[in-house]
């Protein structure tokens, strides 16, 4: 099929972007979008353009390396999908597809649709961690954890980091990503002990990192590769409260 | 120069005891005067940055990956070992070490293996230590599954996602350490050459991606934690970054190489579908547990699977391997399908797959039973191939996975190259000629958590009062200028091919020649034809814009010139290896039923390769092994 680009195209933070039009002859629909890019890359390369940046690696939808706004949505028009896991079989011959790197202030790009997501990194720095060294942990079955509470613990722990919460969210919210960490930790014994302190930091950092505020308009769970529940932002905000109440 | 393995004196189970109680110390005082550089943030990495960080040395650690939780660990799906006997089904410590050992094919080292058994253990405690919230049973306790090559339940999970899991207790450890400072954290940055003062390994050179900057980095001990290079099949499970640059880099300074032909071949990822395709996409080998592999009984058969009555179905492995049946390793059940692929009976659009059916599971267990083992896995094939696998069987097929071969190390995990470390998938240690399930997340933890704190601080022990070392060197400076000639030299062909039209070449030479299965023929053809598509891409490799920049295309033709190399290595190591063992099969070597045939007079060794310069041909040094606790039997699954 044939299918019409319109990508960013952005030499470096400090420089303007502009969208250019791009045609592909023929795409196959079995094809993953950044199989797709792959092939418009060989084509500019070969033509002596200088070929998309775009970031990706696992190619299998859990490393959270890749993402781009598909015609203004984060991954692509199917909820909770990376965009390494998008087809073009979800689009129609002669379509139009606007492809844009992810948004938000504290994701500045770096080139073309490669966005500096390290602010997530700084997050997870300030405490989305469980203060253990390494060599003289306690026996693993010392500590039983319900099958329920695992679950739910797991449930939060899949966050695989990608962004698209931020991109989506109309404030560039990281609610969802530093809540999920938060619920993560706080739901089992080992990470309870720091979760008064891990709240107060992580939130803090947030707003350091220049992420908007949550206004619960739930887009973020939406776009959510990992399907992270909106419900974590909740039990960040409960832990919040009660971490400043007895601050 | 002969090999010293350096293991330990004394009784297999008492090795590493004895190793821990005799390793030199370092004052705390000291330890922050001493620089360590990793690289690599995957688990291996990962760990042994932030362990070594705990202890109070100062390290730098280096991935090229936007952040460190992206590194390729976090793919692993299926689960890790450990010899906890939690289900009393008889496991121990010895017997993992068995499985390992004859897993292997008999072709690894008896204290290395009988050591990653011995940890196993305590791997689990830390990483539930640190939150990696594992599958639990209703009581609160943890629960446990098998996998392929072994009858005990061993191996822990985390729904299909334990690599991640692990990854994100490990990288969280680093980051804990990062906001101490006493890790400084360089994402996106690629090591492009070792350094070595006077013999010893003392820094390297990195390409900063995001702005093209090379930047030199002194240290007293360099740990290379970069994982395996099965991407050098093009086709492959692995992330599209994975590259064997680093270790390969340092093979060119004086590390040896060490089985580099050895590549596992996955049997459950998804089939190729075109020649547009990047990469093939792992299904946990945990669902050979529930579902049953087989094939039509006619060829080329028409019918939809729902369609092909029960007696018209080929169970090979059942058939086959009665005693393990569908958990047969890795190794003979992607040869059992390539086998039955070849003959004619493949499945699905390019007659290339075997289907794996979980209808009896269903019907033994119920729909949300397997639901809630396998709903991510069910849920990925249906994103990739728009097909639901609660209804009809999904297609697999094999495909190239994770390289037992890697650098040379000794018990130590240190190299050749003094002061040089390879952890994890980067080594070659513990998995011999094929790795078992949930063995390799296993492995570059116990490297990272519990072994490099004990040997690099052994080692480190005498560098105490070695010189502070500048970065303005002048080994520092003769590297960045061979680095920087052989960036310029890829920019300067100019030519008309891509470099992923190299890889995809390189790769399906590969594939045919260095696959599944090898003939001498074939090898010698391949290395023919390698050296003439290295020729190829000096004189006509297309790479646009400039060193001074992110530029991906520089990248990926840096680890292609690489790759280039490292093909012919890998056919040479297969030529010489002229009997069959886990993943290398040798067609002239096989018994008449079509299994492996193993040579133990002649071969029961660990091919380590020196490099003797370009375009001359690389040195064998063997490596015997020398098995005092088990008996080289013939590996038999039936």
Not at chain 1, 78 to 81: A, G, N, S, T, V
């Given at each position: 099929m044939k299918i019409n680009l319109k990508i960013w195209r952005q030499t470096d933070a400090g420089s303007p972007g502009r969208l250019v039009d791009y045609e592909l002859d023929h795409v196959i629909p079995h094809m993953s979008f950044l199989e797709m890019m792959d092939t418009l890359n060989e084509q500019l390369i070969l033509s002596g353009e200088r070929p998309v940046e775009f970031d990706h690696d696992c190619r299998e939808g859990i490393c959270g390396q890749c993402g781009m706004m598909i015609n203004g949505r984060a991954h692509g028009p199917?909820?909770?999908?990376t965009t390494c896991q998008l087809h073009m079989r979800e689009f129609k011959d002669g379509d139009t597809i606007y492809v844009e790197p992810f948004r938000g202030k504290a994701f500045p790009v770096k080139r073309d649709l490669r966005v500096d997501r390290s602010a997530f990194d700084r997050i997870i720095m300030a405490g989305g961690f469980v203060s253990v060294n390494t060599g003289q942990a306690p026996e693993a079955n010392g500590i039983p954890i319900s099958h329920e509470q695992a679950e739910s613990a797991f449930d939060s722990a899949a966050c695989i980091g990608c962004g698209a919460c931020v991109a989506t969210c109309k404030n560039s919210s990281a609610a969802l990503f530093t809540a999920a960490k938060i619920a993560h930790l706080a739901k089992l014994p080992q990470g309870k002990i720091e979760s008064r302190k891990r709240v107060l930091s992580m939130v803090e950092q947030m707003d350091i990192e220049a992420f908007g505020h949550c206004t619960n308009t739930e887009a973020c769970e939406v776009e959510c590769p990992q399907d992270i529940s909106v419900l974590n932002i909740a039990r960040m905000n409960w832990e919040y409260t009660l971490s400043k109440v007895l601050k | 120069m002969e090999l010293n393995a350096k293991i330990p004196p004394g009784p297999l189970k008492d090795k590493w005891s004895f190793y821990k109680d005799h390793a030199r110390l370092v004052n705390p005082a000291n330890r922050k005067k001493l620089e360590v550089i990793v690289v690599g943030t995957g688990l291996a990495g990962s760990a042994a940055a932030a362990s070594l960080a705990e202890m109070g040395y100062k390290v730098k650690s280096f991935c090229f990956q936007d952040s460190a939780r992206r590194a390729h660990s976090v793919a692993a799906q299926g689960g890790v070992n450990a010899a906890k006997n939690y289900k009393n089904d008889g496991d121990s410590v010895y017997r993992m070490f068995y499985d390992t050992i004859k897993g292997g094919d008999f072709r690894s080292r008896e204290a290395n293996v009988y050591r990653l058994a011995e940890c196993s253990a305590q791997l689990i405690d830390q990483a539930v230590a640190q939150g990696v919230p594992f599958g639990r049973e209703y009581g609160g306790y943890l629960n446990n599954r098998s996998f392929g090559g072994v009858q005990v339940s061993r191996t822990f999970y985390a729904r299909g996602q334990t690599g991640q899991q692990l990854l994100l207790g490990a990288y969280q450890a680093l980051m804990r350490q990062a906001a101490a400072k006493t890790v400084t954290l360089y994402t996106r940055h690629e090591m492009l050459d070792l350094v070595l003062v006077d013999g010893k390994a003392r820094g390297i050179i990195v390409r900063n991606l995001d702005t093209g900057e090379i930047e030199r980095h002194s240290a007293n001990t360099v740990i290379l934690a970069t994982g395996g290079f099965g991407k050098i099949y093009y086709l492959s499970t692995l992330a599209m970054g994975c590259n064997a640059s680093a270790i390969w880099r340092a093979h060119k300074k004086g590390a040896f190489m060490a089985c580099p032909s050895w590549t596992q071949v996955h049997p459950t990822s998804l089939p190729q579908s075109g020649d547009y395709q990047s990469k093939l996409t792992l299904m946990s080998e945990s669902l050979r547990n529930d579902g049953r592999i087989w094939v039509p009984l006619k060829p080329e058969e028409k019918r939809k699977p729902n369609d092909i009555p029960e007696d018209e179905r080929d169970y090979y492995l059942e058939r086959r391997y009665p005693a393990f049946g569908n958990l047969a390793p890795r190794d003979i059940s992607s040869r059992a399908a390539k086998e039955r692929i070849d003959a004619g009976f493949g499945v699905g659009p390019q007659l290339n797959a075997v289907y794996l059916d979980f209808s009896k599971a269903i019907k033994e267990q119920g729909k949300e039973k397997i639901k809630e083992k396998y709903g991510n896995l069910f849920a990925m094939y249906r994103k990739i191939t728009d097909t639901d696998a609660y209804s009809e069987p999904m297609m697999i097929s094999p495909a190239a996975h994770f390289s037992m071969g890697g650098l040379w190390v000794d018990y130590e995990l240190m190299t050749t190259i003094p002061g040089l470390f390879a952890l994890g998938e980067a080594n070659f240690a513990d998995h011999g000629a094929n790795r078992l399930g949930a063995n390799s997340l296993l492995q570059a933890c116990v490297d990272g958590y519990f072994v490099a704190p004990y040997t690099v601080s052994n080692y480190l022990a005498g560098e105490i009062h070695a010189e502070k070392l500048d970065a303005d060197a002048q080994e520092f400076i003769d590297a960045e200028v061979r680095v920087r000639a052989h960036l310029g030299k890829l920019l300067a062909i100019n030519g008309t091919k891509t470099a992923d039209h190299y890889h995809k070449t390189l790769g399906k030479l590969l594939y045919d020649y260095c696959g599944l299965s090898r003939s001498r023929e074939g090898l010698v053809y391949a290395i023919k034809e390698i050296k003439k598509l290295r020729e190829d891409f000096y004189e006509h490799l297309k790479v646009p814009g400039t060193e001074e920049e992110m530029n991906g295309e520089l990248e990926k033709a840096g680890r292609i010139s690489d790759y280039l190399e490292v093909a012919e290595l890998m056919c040479q190591d297969a030529l010489t290896r002229e009997e069959s063992c886990g993943a290398h099969f040798r067609e002239e070597y096989q018994t008449p039923e079509g299994e492996a045939l193993r040579n133990d007079e002649a071969f029961c060794f660990v091919s380590a390769w020196q490099w003797q310069g370009e375009d001359k041909e690389e040195r064998l040094v063997p490596e015997p092994l020398h098995f005092e606790n088990v008996e080289l039997t013939v590996r038999s699954y039936k």
């Open positions: 199917i909820p909770h999908l | -």
